[in-house]
């Protein structure tokens, strides 16, 4: 179990919104739960506005600026959304359990959408490159 279970919902948002959860514990699963505490909590929209602002204070914050990704950050929320809206779960450990594709193969979803390497551009760090394969739903 990775250790972000070890906190509630209420308490992961905020320490991550503080800048004071641990870095070691901000795993790919743990960012997927901070899109579905977000998309549950505020709606799609209002999710993509505070993670993108949130995930940017906290990389600076721990010194790793240089891994965010604008495009990367959007289309995650986007992808987390359109399984949230398929969703049965009431909580996150029951979703990532439905959809595990989202933590096993996570790169391969995402590159599904792009037919360029959206991982790796320069130009999809600093702003959102909308996909051109397949539209997020």
Same mark, same amino acid.
């Given at each position: ?5 070890? +906190? ?7 320490? *991550?919104? $503080?800048?004071? +959860?641990?870095?070691?514990? *901000?795993?790919? &699963?743990?960012?997927?739960? +901070? ?9 799609? &929209?209002?999710?993509?506005? $505070?993670?993108?602002? #949130?995930?940017?204070?906290?990389? &600076? ?8 990704? &604008?495009? %990367? ?46 991982? $790796?551009? #320069? ?5 959102? %490159? ?8």
């Amino acid at each position: 179990m990775e250790k972000h279970f070890e +906190l509630t919902d209420a308490e992961f948002e905020e320490q *991550f919104a $503080n800048c004071t +959860l641990g870095a070691s514990i *901000f795993s790919h &699963e743990a960012h997927l739960r +901070l899109a579905w505490i977000h998309i549950t909590n505020h709606g799609i &929209e209002q999710a993509e506005k $505070n993670i993108q602002e #949130q995930l940017q204070n906290y990389v &600076e914050f721990v010194g790793a600026t240089d891994k965010y990704n &604008e495009t %990367l950050t959007i289309a995650a929320v986007k992808a987390v959304g359109h399984f949230v809206r398929r969703s049965g779960s009431d909580n996150f450990r029951d979703f990532i359990t439905e959809f595990p594709q989202l933590k096993d193969n996570f790169k391969a979803l995402i590159n599904s959408h792009y037919s360029f390497d959206i991982f $790796n551009s #320069q130009k999809a760090k600093i702003q959102f %490159l909308a996909p051109d394969l397949h539209p997020f739903s």
